[in-house]
């Protein structure tokens, strides 16, 4: 499965591994293939719940460990322990057999010359036969005296310098064969003449075939006829190992008693440290979500009882402070509702008196009549205030509602354009709207977003410098959205997130003589936000803004992405190689919700995809640049300037416009 298929040079199995299909000649693989991952999946979920309770759980980790690391000295000391019960076992067993073993060959040899004594004059036959009878008598002899304790083993010498008898052939002591004995220690037996040597081996038995280790000690000794022959001593490990196992039971045993009492030991001790520390991260959760009456229970007067008494002082000064702060803000939206309300009266009073006056300038001289016009248009900025302030602390109290029903943002649009169009005529602006083919449907409020998008709309074209203001419509996924682009004056770093306070100015040392009430995108974000929306801006210095309004599809959904890119694709980045996004980057950037299909957008207009930037709340950004790069708008050949909006245009892009 390895060799290369004849389509190309690339493994069969490799291709199926990579991507999960053949890959062309030359190509190279994907991702892996959707079987492993799926039984890469099917292997990682039933881990998840364990993982999860590990990670969340810190008496269990702690447990655990212990019981770990227990285990792991219970193991050490184990080995340690039988280790030297082994040597020990071994060196006693060792010193008993070659106890034994010596004073066996001495006997042999002891039996071997009072035999040579009294030898006869007889043949060498007869000879012969008494020397195999001699060395059965001898093994037999030896043996008696160590039933289950040692076995004995006669075998001829292979040295050669006998001639072989008949009748000296291998002589043991019960079941034993006498092949138990190893080759090599017959030769160093031979090779060493007189002294004894020792080595460890097995004792194989007749019949059964079961083997056992033992000692096995040998010497070259003479026979009652002065041949030389091999006896050993076979000494059995049986006893040495029960007792090994016994030692080695007790061990276990131990060892899993005191594991498991280790463990015990560790959980009620840990249960007493994380109980309390559960208690007060429930508390402190319930503090949280309001219910700041919660306290902790102290018993005792150790650490734990101080850090309980220390919580519940710091939940009571936090509640205490919480409620003084709540009671504030309640104190202050209602003097500014009462004031707002409280104000309507006389403002309709003068509105009355000012228009009267207003109507009646021609009649007055040039000064009179100038004032009478700048009291006009100031009475008209204070009711626009008066009406922001009373909209602002509805929202501020809680008590605005949505009144959402399936709308067409198209008409919208379409509605504020032709009410904006009056002021573009006059700044010299074109407002375009792309987008607008198929319908955007989504479930708002009207009124409420048709007041965010004639806030931005008439924002964009008093600071538009005359130039093109651009509203895109697009819709994919669960989404909806509007942007509002201009080539204006911009916005500089860190402004696009300002640019939604109330009140903010570009420029707070200069007076606000032109413009709206500075509370006009504040009022906005609101909007959006009661919807489960985003009102979010971008801007670069000398090269326009642009606000994206981004609305869930049904009422209620959340949002996940946005059809439209907050930053736009002729930004002064976008259009520069050197300043290029790399594709990784922007790889990273793709939100989860689709683009809009072709079919559904303008010809001149690229299919808008998902913004990963896009996130709730105020997620604006700053494109850095440089004032002199150009700025190519829809009007084709007109440069943006970066130059500060004249004093009679206002301070700049004030945040509240």
């Known amino acids: 499965m390895g060799r290369p298929d004849p389509a190309g040079e690339i493994p069969l199995l490799r291709r199926l591994w990579s991507g999960g299909h053949l890959l062309p000649d030359g190509a190279s693989g994907g991702p892996a293939h959707p079987v492993i991952r799926l039984f890469g999946r099917w292997v990682r979920r039933p881990l998840l719940p364990a993982a999860r309770l590990w990670r969340r759980n810190i008496q269990l980790r702690v447990v655990a460990t212990t019981l770990l690391m227990s285990l792991g000295v219970v193991l050490l000391l184990g080995l340690v322990v039988i280790g030297q019960v082994r040597n020990g076992l071994l060196d006693a067993k060792r010193h008993a057999a070659q106890g034994q073993a010596v004073g066996g060959f001495e006997v042999a040899e002891q039996m071997a010359d009072r035999k040579s004594d009294n030898r006869g004059q007889d043949g060498a036959g007869a000879a012969a036969q008494d020397s195999g009878a001699w060395l059965n008598a001898l093994v037999e002899q030896l043996a008696s005296g160590g039933k289950g304790a040692y076995s004995v083993v006669a075998l001829s010498s292979d040295s050669g310098e006998t001639p072989y008898v008949a009748g000296r052939g291998p002589r043991a002591s019960g079941d034993v064969q006498p092949d138990s004995v190893p080759a090599d220690l017959r030769r160093r037996v031979d090779e060493g003449r007189t002294a004894p040597y020792e080595r460890y081996g097995k004792i194989v038995h007749a019949g059964s075939g079961d083997s056992e280790p033992a000692l096995i000690i040998g010497k070259r000794l003479d026979d009652n006829n002065g041949d030389a022959y091999q006896l050993y001593y076979l000494f059995p490990f049986t006893q040495e190992e029960k007792s090994l196992s016994l030692v080695k039971g007790t061990l276990a045993t131990a060892g899993v008693f005191v594991v498991v009492l280790l463990g015990a030991i560790a959980w009620v001790v840990v249960r007493q440290v994380v109980t309390p520390v559960r208690m007060a991260a429930g508390i402190s959760e319930r503090l949280a979500a309001g219910l700041l009456q919660e306290r902790m229970k102290v018993t005792g007067e150790d650490d734990i009882a101080r850090l309980g008494e220390s919580f519940n002082k710091m939940a009571q000064n936090l509640q205490l402070k919480i409620q003084q702060l709540e009671e504030l803000s309640r104190m202050q939206r209602r003097f500014v509702s009462d004031v707002s309300h409280e104000l309507r009266t006389p403002l309709t009073t003068v509105r009355m008196a000012a228009d009267v006056i207003h109507e009646a300038r021609e009649d007055f001289d040039p000064i009179t009549a100038r004032s009478a016009e700048l009291l006009w248009g100031q009475v008209d900025r204070f009711e626009s205030l008066l009406s922001d302030l009373l909209e602002i602390s509805r929202f501020d109290a809680g008590a605005a509602a949505l009144e959402a029903e399936p709308i067409d943002l198209r008409d919208v649009v379409h509605r504020v354009v ?208 440089t004032p002199e790069t150009p700025s190519d708008g829809p009007r084709g050949g007109q440069e943006p300037s970066a130059r500060p909006t004249p004093s009679n245009e206002g301070e700049g892009r004030p945040r509240g416009r």
């Open 418 to 625: 032709d009410g904006a169009e009056p002021l573009a005529e006059a700044k010299g602006t074109r407002i375009l709207v792309r987008g607008a083919e198929a319908p955007v449907i989504a479930e708002a409020d009207p009124r409420r977003v048709e007041r965010v998008l004639r806030n931005l709309v008439v924002n964009a074209v008093e600071h538009g410098e005359g130039r093109d203001v651009v509203v895109r419509l697009a819709t994919a996924g669960g989404a909806v959205a509007v942007a509002v682009r201009d080539f204006g004056v911009g916005l500089k770093p860190g402004e696009a997130t300002r640019v939604f306070n109330r009140f903010w100015r570009a420029d707070p040392a200069r007076a606000r003589t032109t413009g709206g009430t500075g509370l006009g995108l504040s009022i906005a974000v609101e909007d959006a936000r009661l919807h489960g929306g985003w009102l979010q801006a971008w801007g670069e210095p000398g090269g326009g803004s642009q606000f994206r309004l981004t609305l869930p599809r049904t009422a209620g959904d959340v949002l996940r992405g946005s059809p439209i890119p907050l930053e736009p694709e002729d930004s002064r980045r976008n259009r520069r190689p050197s300043d290029a996004v790399p594709p990784q980057a922007a790889a990273e950037r793709l939100a989860a919700v689709p683009a809009q299909p072709r079919s559904a957008l303008p010809a001149d207009t690229a299919a808008p995809s998902a913004d990963p930037t896009a996130l709730p709340g105020n997620g604006s950004r700053v494109v850095r640049g």
